[in-house]
T-cell receptor
Framework: DGGITQSPKYLFRKEGQNVTLSCEQNLNHDAMYWYRQDPGQGLRLIYYSQIVNDFQKGDIAEGYSVSREKKESFPLTVTSAQKNPTAFYLC????????????FGPGTRLTVT | AQSVTQLGSHVSVSEGALVLLRCNYSSSVPPYLFWYVQYPNQGLQLLLKYTSAATLVKGINGFEAEFKKSETSFHLTKPSAHMSDAAEYFCAVLRETGFQKLVFGTGTRLLVSP
């Protein structure tokens, strides 16, 4: 079955540590996205990538980094510079054409203490 | 810039009652609008989308939405609520600039009581 996988489902880290969240898709989609979800704030775009080896900052990129070395993969690193990293992180992909919807993964809940 | 506003962070209905979730948009160009549903601790699933082909859009699970330009609205409805409809619903609009980026509303949690 085609889809988007995110691992792990739950992640716990100590403050000051970097952590990498995995996102893999087998939909052959060109574009991939990372969102952060906090209660009452909807989804906010962190980074997006239109094509391999290219990515752009979204609305809240500070304290995060990404890479896009393969079409199928778009890992997100939450660095120690992110002031409030505890959140639910969602990865999405789309074929890259304007009218197509985005397909979402199941999410990773990150807790930093 | 494009934006959407969802009125009501929580909506409660009884099973079998009409579901109405409100979404108003702001856009300087004809908008492309989406409704997504999120079940607890899961990702988002597309319910339906408006891409200017028809003002009444039918989606999955019996949901539909009507685009009303005069009211800048795209409200989501379902004639008869089911317990399984309990979830959070997000309205989104395609940004006018950039590459297929969506702007999401803050979400409405639908509670269904027996």
């Amino acid at each position: 079955d085609g889809g988007i996988t995110q691992s792990p489902k739950y992640l716990f880290r100590k403050e000051g540590q970097n952590v990498t969240l995995s996102c893999e898709q087998n939909l052959n989609h060109d574009a991939m996205y990372w969102y952060r979800q906090d209660p009452g704030q909807g989804l906010r775009l962190i980074y997006y990538s239109q094509i391999v080896n290219d990515f752009q900052k979204g609305d809240i990129a500070e304290g995060y980094s990404v890479s896009r070395e393969k079409k199928e993969s778009f890992p997100l690193t939450v660095t120690s510079a992110q002031k409030n990293p505890t959140a639910f992180y969602l990865c999405a992909s789309s074929p890259g054409r304007t009218l197509y919807e985005q397909y979402f993964g199941p999410g990773t809940r990150l807790t930093v203490t | 810039a494009q934006s959407v506003t969802q009125l009501g962070s929580h909506v409660s209905v009884s099973e079998g009652a009409l579901v109405l979730l409100r979404c108003n948009y702001s856009s300087s160009v004809p908008p492309y609008l989406f409704w997504y549903v999120q079940y607890p601790n899961q990702g988002l699933q597309l319910l339906l989308k408006y891409t200017s082909a028809a003002t009444l859009v039918k989606g999955i699970n019996g949901f539909e939405a009507e685009f009303k330009k005069s009211e800048t609205s795209f409200h989501l409805t379902k004639p008869s609520a089911h317990m399984s409809d309990a979830a959070e619903y997000f309205c989104a609009v395609l940004r006018e600039t950039g590459f297929q980026k969506l702007v999401f509303g803050t979400g409405t949690r639908l509670l269904v009581s027996p």
